[in-house]
């Protein structure tokens, strides 16, 4: 079992930034493949980033490419996920997931990931 707790949500105006962090706990975090997905109201939860057990490969939604960025410490057992150049649009819940799986297949669906934060909010003001 892997714990997840978010942090570094908030309030701030357009084109500011935020960090989350995701601190793991319970298992070896090095182990997994770690992620973030959001959720808009009213929406479903989507795909934002990911990150290889080592760190060395990321990928990223189309909609975040260039302003987000996503990274971890294996050392300290945490994920962040550097936001930049923030839009109204994206205001939502943001979760940290987990996955323990080698292959990368279907890595923006949700069934793909095996454990989740509770999430922490960000919201955007115009």
């Known amino acids: 079992q892997v714990q997840l707790l978010e942090s570094g949500g908030g309030l701030v105006q357009a084109g500011g930034s935020l960090r989350l962090s995701c601190a793991a706990s319970g298992r070896t975090f090095s182990n997994y493949k770690m992620g973030w997905f959001r959720q808009a109201p009213g929406k479903g939860r989507e795909f934002v980033a990911a990150?290889?057990?080592?760190?060395?490969?990321?990928y990223y939604a189309d909609s975040v490419t260039g302003r987000f960025t996503i990274s971890r410490d294996n050392a300290k057992n945490t994920v962040y996920l550097q936001m930049n150049s923030l839009k109204p649009e994206d205001t939502a819940v943001y979760y940290c997931?987990?996955?323990?799986?080698?292959?990368?297949?279907?890595?923006?669906?949700?069934?793909?990931?095996?454990?989740w934060g509770r999430g922490t909010q960000v919201t955007v003001s115009s």
């Open positions: 997931t987990a996955d323990s799986a080698v292959s990368w297949s279907d890595y923006r669906t949700i069934a793909r990931w095996d454990y």
């Open positions: 990150i290889s057990r080592s760190g060395g490969l990321t």
